[in-house]
């Protein structure tokens, strides 16, 4: 049974940089993992920003960028708007057709 | 452009059945298939399973199998999630989302969601 586990709140200031991390109970997170970064604002559907680790799909802000990092998979946001302010989700894909997501992040822009 | 549109909410009462559906547009469905995720209230997202739109594929979470049914109609590009033998703890919004089933992506477009309240 995989266990995602991302950190449960970060702050940021408005025009700063932050990172956020999704590790595995299994091991190191590598790029077979495929890590998916979901980005949900509070009263919306969530929406897809990262693939495969570091792919950003047409809509996908320039500002955000994913990678590998010290055995843990990360997204990076450079310049934080207002905006920003959401909960993130880290999706591993484990097998088959199966996925399992982090408990996500609430990112807070203040 | 691609999307996908849900059913309405529901409410239910424990040990009942629903079945929520997904209907997608804008795109060709023979290339990818549905993944549901639920969210119970304030919490966080769940992978529930995947079904090919064609292929007749499926994985359903572990947790899940035995009172997850998950169906596709590609005459009409809908795809199905059905909930058996619900509980309070099933009360949550289920969504949809378009994916391959394996890499790379899990999930790229989404639904809105139904919300489904499960009460007595």
């Known amino acids: 049974q995989t266990v995602v586990t991302q950190e449960p709140s970060l702050t940021v200031s408005p025009g700063g940089t932050v990172t956020l991390t999704c590790a595995s109970n299994?091991?190191?997170?590598?790029?077979?993992?495929?890590p998916n970064w979901i980005q949900q604002k509070p009263g919306q559907a969530p929406r897809s920003l990262i693939y495969?680790?570091?792919y950003k799909h047409s809509w996908t802000p320039a500002r955000f960028s994913g990678s590998l990092l010290g055995g843990k998979a990360a997204l990076t946001l450079s310049g934080v708007q207002p905006e920003d302010e959401a909960h993130y989700y880290c999706?591993?894909?484990?097998?088959?057709?199966?996925?399992?997501f982090g408990g996500g992040t609430h990112l807070t822009v203040l | 452009q691609a999307q996908l549109v849900q059913s309405g909410p529901e409410v239910k009462r424990p040990g009942a059945s629903v079945k929520v559906s997904c209907k997608a547009s804008?795109?060709?469905?023979?290339?990818?298939?549905f993944t549901w995720v639920r969210q119970a209230p304030g919490q966080g997202l769940e992978w529930m399973g995947w079904?090919?739109?064609?292929?007749?594929?499926?994985e359903i979470a572990q947790h899940l199998q035995g009172r997850v049914t998950l169906t596709s109609d590609p005459s009409t590009s809908t795809a199905y999630m059905e909930l058996r033998s619900l509980r309070s703890d099933d009360t949550a919004v289920y969504y949809c989302?378009?994916?391959?089933?394996?890499?790379?992506?899990?999930?790229?477009?989404w639904g809105p969601g139904t919300m489904v309240t499960v009460s007595s």
């Open positions: 989302a378009r994916s391959p089933g394996g890499p790379p992506s899990g999930g790229d477009i």
């Open positions: 804008g795109y060709a469905i023979e290339t990818f298939g």
């Open positions: 079904i090919g739109a064609t292929n007749g594929f499926i």
């Open positions: 299994t091991g190191a997170v590598t790029s077979g993992f495929h």
């Open positions: 495969s680790s570091t």
């Open positions: 999706l591993l894909y484990v097998g088959g057709a199966r996925w399992v």
